[in-house]
């Protein structure tokens, strides 16, 4: 589903980036990318994304390479920032549908599709609204809608549970639960480690632009320890564990 290999992105005139990142998410995977701020998570993200060019590396989704055939990689795949940076000039019904005529949806689809999870995250009557109206709950809840439109087989999501409600949030995880059920995959940046250890199945950790652990959830956090406890132990002393 997606595989990077060797991907190195570095800023002019920071130290910041990714440095030699690979790991591969498999059909069926919710995999959390874990790590401090400053660590690389955004910037691998928006690399997978296509938004941010790359030094070195590749990275293949569903069989496509993002840098000879981004439209194809694009096409499968969804992606949600930290900060949905929507359009507010639009009610909430249009930006939908905007999204839904950018992957072309047919219009059965994006009209049973928007029902859907609209009526789930229970905004079917500010759809109408301007987007501008909308709370910063409500926006995420929209940009969440929009990425699943066209049905993507990659959700690419970055600390998507910030601004949730807490019946929002377990909404999510249903559907990204049901997005695997149907052979898809997640892979998604979070700072809440205990909802991660319980919710994925594969987790890898970054430090300073370097990948130190990735793999199974189960292998990685044994029993009578916690995900919590292995990124402080990996974060301050960086040793190496269970890797792809």
Known sequence: MLTIQHLTKHYK??????????????????????????????????????????????????????????????????????????????????????????????????????????????????????????SHGMKQKLAIISALVHAPKLLVLDEPFVGLDPQASVLLKNIMHEVCSEGGAIFFSTHVLDVAEKLCSKVAIIKDGVLVTSGDMEKIVRPGQTLESIFLEVIGNGNKAVTD
């Open 13 to 134: 005139g920071s130290s910041k980036g990714v440095t030699d990142l690979s790991l591969t998410v498999r059909p069926g995977d919710i995999y959390a990318f874990i790590g401090h701020n400053g660590a690389g998570k955004t910037t691998t993200l928006k690399c997978i994304a296509g938004i941010h060019g790359f030094d070195e590396g590749e990275i293949f989704i569903n069989g496509f390479n993002i840098k000879k055939d981004p439209l194809g990689c694009k096409r499968s795949i969804a992606y949600i920032p930290d900060n949905p940076d929507l359009y507010e000039y639009l009610t909430g019904v249009q930006y939908l549908n905007f999204i839904a005529d950018v992957f072309q949806v047919e219009a059965a689809k994006r009209k049973e599709r928007i029902k859907k999870y609209a009526d789930a995250f229970e905004i079917t009557p500010s759809l109408g609204d301007l987007i501008s109206t909308y």
